[in-house]
């Protein structure tokens, strides 16, 4: 006779004591799997980061060094030699005319003026050379004055981009963040 008939009392739970109707009684045996690996708490020794040694180095600093040498490498392998910096001197006003810019046209073949303009006097083409004169110290004064301005926007111009370039360094390193009180955590 078989025994798949009779009621189950004791169903099978799952749980850490299988084996059916063992249930009373906790197993003695286990994995040394579940044994402790680490009964004791390791403490940094010389030379790994303690407490001690951190408090006496200065971290900012050997963080600036490390990332100059960073950037000195980039620029190695880029290619881009680092040209030393040379202030160009302010503009110079001397006390000296600005010099006459050549004739550019020739204005010995042109007939039809001469003879058209023959009743002029000598007063006259005086005065036009001496306006010729002085429209063309104005045209050097006006170059200068744009010169001047132009190199003033260009001076801005590159403060300004230094001045971003700093500050995406700045923003991308959260330890130079932090110590600039920029920002940070």
Known sequence: MTTAHKPTYHPAVGSANQGGYRYRTPRLQFSSKDMPGQTRLKYRQLGQNSVEEML???LYSELEEREAIHHEEIIKTQGF???PIVEAPALQISSAPPPLAPDQYDDADDTASSSSSSSSTGSESEDESDDEAELLKELERI???REAERARREELARQEEEKEAEMATINANPLLRES?????F
Request: hydrophobic share 35%; aromatic share 0%; no cysteine.
């Open 81 to 83: 030699i680092e040209a």
């Open 180 to 184: 600039l009180g920029v920002g940070g």
């Open 56 to 58: 006496e180095r200065d």
């Open 143 to 145: 170059k200068a004055e």
